[in-house]
Each structure stands twice: as C-alpha cells, then as structure tokens.
C-alpha cells in the first residue's frame, strides 16, 4: 500500500494540507486492531448489522480501501476519530492490522474532527445527525454561519435538523428507528403542544399516515387554534354524520375519514396499511351488501 494515499480526500485533505505545514506528509500505518479502542466522542451510536456484514464481506475480499484515523492514546494503544464503522466491519471480517492515519489532537479537536467526518461520510439517521450538529455548536463553539461552511449544507438545512430536538423523546426515538420520515418529523415541529404533537405521532403509526395527511392535520390544528374560518374543501362534516363515520369504523375494524363540502359533497376516505388489509376491508364490504 503507498505510503500517500489520496484516498479520503474532503475533510481528510483539509487536515492533511495543515499538517504538511506542521509535521510532514502523514503515511498510512498498519495498526494492531486489538490496541485500537472505540472514542467516547463517536456520534453514531447504532449501526445496521446487515450493512456491517456487507462491508466486513467486502473487506474480506478486497481489503479494507479507506484507512481510518486514530490517535495514540498511550505506548502501545490507539483511540478511533474517524471510521468506527470500518473498525467494526474489519473486525467482523476477521482482520488483525488495518490502514490507519495516526495524529495527535486534543479532545476537542478530536470531537470536532469526528462530529464533521461522520456527518459527511456516514448515513447517519436524522437525529443523530441533530446531535452531531448541537455538539458542534455548543461543545465546539461553531455557529450556524460556520457550521454551515464546514459541512456544506444551507443554514436553514442545519436549523431544521436542529429543530428536531425540541420534539418529544418518543417522536425523537421514532425518528431514530425510521418509524416517520423527516417529512413527517418537519410538520410535526410546526405544531407546539408536545400532547398534540404525541398525538399526532401515534396516529401516524396507527394509521400510516403519509406527510401530506400529517401537514393537513397540522394545519386544521392550526386553524382551530386561531379561529380562521376553515374553506368548502376542508368543510368539517355535520355532527348528525358523526354516527355514520363510527358506524362504518366499527363495521370495517378500520380508521375512517369523512369530509363534505358546503354544497353537500364529500368523499369517504378508508385506508389500509398493507395489501392483506386492503382484502380484509373489502371482506368485510362484501358482508354488508
């Protein structure tokens, strides 16, 4: 392997161009990967076990083609910056040694290093980049202008990733598990009772709401709030309807949403979450004619 890679060029380069100033051209090093330990710093903390094994088969067959980067903690062991999930797949593939790029940093300049690696190379989820990003400014003390140069995404990008955390912990979680979308995440933000927003969630799990259904809802939500008067499309059904709609969930096992217009005109609108639900529904249609 050449001892100058250009592999990993973008942030790797950024810090090698300040290093050539400083100590040299860094070389690629074998290291023992036993004496490498994790970083406590690291903002990723699940990774998929499928993707793992992808990369650990690719491992094995090619070897291990970007070099992680590790700094030297003591004599004989090293602390993970950047590639923890290279480090675990080289594990799984059964490796010894492995490329690495050996620097010296202080704890600060290592988190920052990690945080910014990470964000750009990484399929980090939605959340775990919002943390990346709230690590950065608070622990860093990087502001948004900065941050986003550094990263090479709009600041309107990084104050709604920023956003996500001021939603409830079980709609953070959601999002963490890929249960909702950003999509979805994003119109939840716009509605500030965490009861509501909780409500809304479950709603969206219980019935697979898409984002538009979720914006919909946000914005009757918010036209209840302020009193604006609601348009013919959006004309709630008469309350005498009411029994008709629960008469039809009931019957159909299933979430039902009725809408009319001012004129009389409306449709009915019953969804399913799979294919087996759809023939259940129609079942249970056919029992009643």
């Known amino acids: 392997m050449g001892k100058r890679s250009a592999l990993g060029r973008g942030l790797g380069a950024l810090i090698d161009d300040a290093e050539r100033m400083k100590e040299g051209?860094?070389?690629?090093?074998?290291?023992?990967?036993?004496?490498?330990?994790?970083?406590?710093?690291?903002?990723?903390?699940e990774f998929d076990q499928e993707s793992l094994n992808e990369l650990a088969a690719s491992i094995r067959?090619?070897?291990?083609?970007?070099?992680?980067?590790?700094?030297?903690?003591n004599q004989d062991t090293y602390q993970?910056?950047?590639?923890?999930?290279r480090l675990k797949a080289a594990r799984i593939a059964g490796l010894k040694r492995i490329p690495a790029y050996i620097r010296l940093t202080e704890d600060e300049g290592m988190l920052e290093m990690a945080l910014v690696e990470n964000i750009q190379r990484?399929?980090?989820?939605?959340?775990?980049?919002?943390?990346?990003?709230?690590?950065?400014i608070e622990e860093?003390?990087?502001?948004?202008?900065?941050?986003?140069?550094r990263v090479g995404k709009k600041r309107s990008t990084i104050a709604n990733y920023l956003r996500l955390l001021k939603l409830p912990a079980i709609i953070q979680k959601g999002i963490r598990d890929k249960k909702i979308s950003m999509g979805h995440a994003r119109a939840l933000i716009n509605v500030n009772d965490h009861d509501k927003q909780t409500f809304l969630y479950e709603q969206i799990l219980t019935h697979d709401w898409s984002v538009r259904k979720v914006?919909?809802?946000v914005r009757l939500l918010d036209e209840q709030?302020?009193?604006?008067?609601?348009?013919?499309?959006?004309?709630?059904?008469?309350?005498?309807?009411?029994?008709?709609?629960?008469?039809?969930?009931?019957?159909?096992?299933?979430?039902?949403?009725?809408?009319?217009?001012?004129?009389?005109?409306?449709?009915i609108v019953i969804p399913f979450r799979s294919v087996r639900d759809l023939e259940r529904i129609v079942e249970q249609i056919k029992k009643q004619v």
């Open 225 to 267: 709030k302020t009193g604006k008067k609601k348009t013919a499309s959006r004309l709630k059904y008469p309350k005498a309807y009411q029994a008709v709609k629960d008469d039809l969930a009931k019957i159909l096992h299933a979430n039902v949403d009725l809408s009319m217009n001012n004129r009389g005109k409306g449709k």
């Open 215 to 217: 914006e919909e809802q």
């Open 61 to 73: 067959e090619i070897g291990l083609i970007q070099p992680v980067t590790v700094r030297k903690t």
């Open 140 to 149: 860093c003390k990087i502001t948004q202008e900065n941050l986003s140069g």
């Open 25 to 45: 051209v860094p070389s690629i090093n074998e290291v023992e990967i036993d004496k490498i330990e994790i970083n406590p710093w690291q903002p990723r903390s």
């Open 80 to 85: 993970i910056i950047a590639g923890e999930r």
């Open 122 to 136: 990484e399929d980090l989820n939605a959340i775990e980049i919002a943390f990346s990003y709230n690590r950065l």
